[in-house]
T-cell receptor, first 113, second 111 residues
Framework: GAGVSQSPRYKVAKRGQDVALRCDPI?????LFWYQQALGQGPEFLTY????????KSGLPSDRFFAERPEGSVSTLKIQRTQQEDSAVYLC???????????FGQGTRLTVV | KQEVTQIPAALSVPEGENLVLNCSFT??????LQWFRQDPGKGLTSLLL?????REQTSGRLNASLDKSSGRSTLYIAASQPGDSATYLC??????????FGAGTTVTVRA
């Protein structure tokens, strides 16, 4: 596609629910990233994939957060048993390779009530 | 851990004035630095990417400088327009993938 696409754009979850956020990177981009952005803050790194391999998941806040990219293209960020502190915008980015320009999607705004 | 600071947090200027946005980072051993623009409720749009070996990068009315030794980058926007109103984010990569972001500078250009 023309850019990074994320769905849904908005998600409201009740506390304790599981959610799945989807990211379609730019076609051919081998690198894929997930970031979390709290209101009024800059994005914080969550995890990084190179093709289907998850090379860094050091930013995932807890074991309730899980990300996958099974075929090296589309990625899903899953949050189990959501908590209010998980409310944030989740941004996905992709790039053509290490050290190259990162392109971001529109983000998914998650609100946990 | 890389810490990125952007000052000021907010800036309001009349149309036509030049904008100067500052970014500082604590670890000078960086791979590259990227400036982004974020409009309300939207994702990030990449503006400029400066590799660690470069001193500056230019695109249209935008110019970004990088001084690794002092841990600073500056984004200059010439002849500002109301359409330049947005939040500008600076991001530093200390390896070849992970970006550390500042909190951003919110710019308002008054018509």
């Amino acid at each position: 596609g023309a850019g990074v696409s994320q769905s849904p754009r908005y998600k409201v979850a009740k506390r304790g629910q599981d959610v799945a956020l989807r990211c379609d990177p730019i076609s051919g981009h081998v690198s894929l990233f997930w970031y979390q952005q709290a209101l009024g803050q800059g994005p914080e790194f969550l995890t990084y994939f190179q093709n289907e391999a998850q090379l860094d998941k050091s930013g995932l806040p807890s074991d309730r957060f899980f990300a996958e990219r099974p075929e090296g293209s589309v990625s899903t960020l899953k949050i189990q048993r959501t908590q209010q502190e998980d409310s944030a915008v989740y941004l996905c980015a992709s790039s053509s390779g290490a050290g190259t320009e990162a392109f971001f999607g529109q983000g998914t705004r998650l609100t946990v009530v | 851990k890389q810490e990125v600071t952007q000052i000021p947090a907010a800036l309001s200027v009349p149309e036509g004035e030049n904008l100067v946005l500052n970014c500082s980072f604590t670890d000078s051993a960086i791979y590259n630095l990227q400036w982004f623009r974020q409009d309300p409720g939207k994702g990030l749009t990449s503006l400029l990417l400066i590799q660690s070996s470069q001193r500056e990068q230019t695109s249209g009315r935008l110019n970004a400088s990088l001084d690794k030794s002092s841990g600073r980058s500056t984004l200059y926007i010439a002849a500002s327009q109301p359409g330049d109103s947005a939040t500008y984010l600076c991001a530093v990569s200390s390896n070849d993938y992970k970006l550390s972001f500042g909190a951003g500078t919110t710019v308002t250009v008054r018509a």
